[in-house]
């Protein structure tokens, strides 16, 4: 079945940029229609879509944070990348990956890693 | 403040039917189709509905979702213990050109 996880720092200073990959199976995002996004969720917040990226390499990032974000995939080792620059204590969250299917006749992610908490502080 | 507006609570005893709404505008729910997330303390969110109101696999069918011109229902009927959880709806909006989440809500089984 598909699974994904999520791999990086769990620990970051201020203006830190921050790397994360996301390592998945049971797909390839060379099929059509196929995507993998990001989402974070502050402590005991809400969830935060981030940015997706598609089997073409389209590329959609929240609007609010698009400044500051880059998704890029690497399709022959299975892993798509979001690097975030000037993290601040406000974007201390744990960030999820999640697979879009390729049916785009609705938008919803059906598979979610576990998840990576990752904290910034002085 | 989130795009999509849901109640930040919900309680109902074992057996009974919550119903958890989702409130947004024209450029989301209004045009586009609504999923739901179900988040168990500690877990990663797991889809429940998408396209309104279809149900992935596994899913069984006392869950429920309907839309009605700007605002999304999710049903839950029959309530469980193991329904205690934080529920999400989601949706596409074209004016902001992102994926919207709800502020969330926790269901309570009294």
């Known amino acids: 079945q598909i699974t994904l996880k999520e791999s990086g720092p769990t620990l970051m200073k201020p203006t830190q940029t921050l790397t994360l990959t996301c390592t998945f199976s049971e797909f390839s995002l060379r099929t059509t229609g196929v995507g993998v996004g990001w989402i974070r969720q502050p402590p005991g917040k809400a969830l935060e879509w981030l940015a997706i990226?598609?089997?073409?390499?389209?590329?959609s990032y929240n609007p609010s944070l698009k400044s500051r974000l880059t998704i890029t995939k690497d399709t022959s080792k299975n892993q798509v990348v979001l690097t975030m620059t000037n993290m601040g204590p406000v974007d201390t969250a744990t960030y999820y990956c999640a697979h879009r299917p390729r049916d785009h006749s609705f938008f919803a992610f059906d598979i979610w890693g576990q998840g990576t908490m990752v904290t910034v502080s002085s | 403040q989130s795009v999509l507006t849901q109640p930040p609570a919900a309680s109902g005893t074992p057996g009974q039917r919550v119903t958890i709404s989702c409130s947004g505008g024209?450029?989301?729910?209004?045009?586009?189709?609504v999923s739901w997330y179900q988040q168990l303390p500690g877990t990663a969110p797991k889809l429940l509905i998408y396209?309104?109101?279809r149900r992935p696999s596994g899913v069984p069918d006392r869950i429920s979702g309907s839309k009605s011109g700007t605002s999304a229902s999710l049903a839950i009927s029959g309530l469980q213990s193991e329904d205690e959880a934080d529920y999400y709806c989601a949706a596409w909006d074209d004016s902001l050109h992102a994926y919207v989440f709800g502020a969330g809500t926790k269901v309570t089984v009294l």
């Open positions: 024209t450029s989301n729910i209004g045009s586009r189709t």
């Open positions: 990226i598609y089997w073409d390499d389209d590329e």
């Open positions: 396209s309104t109101n």
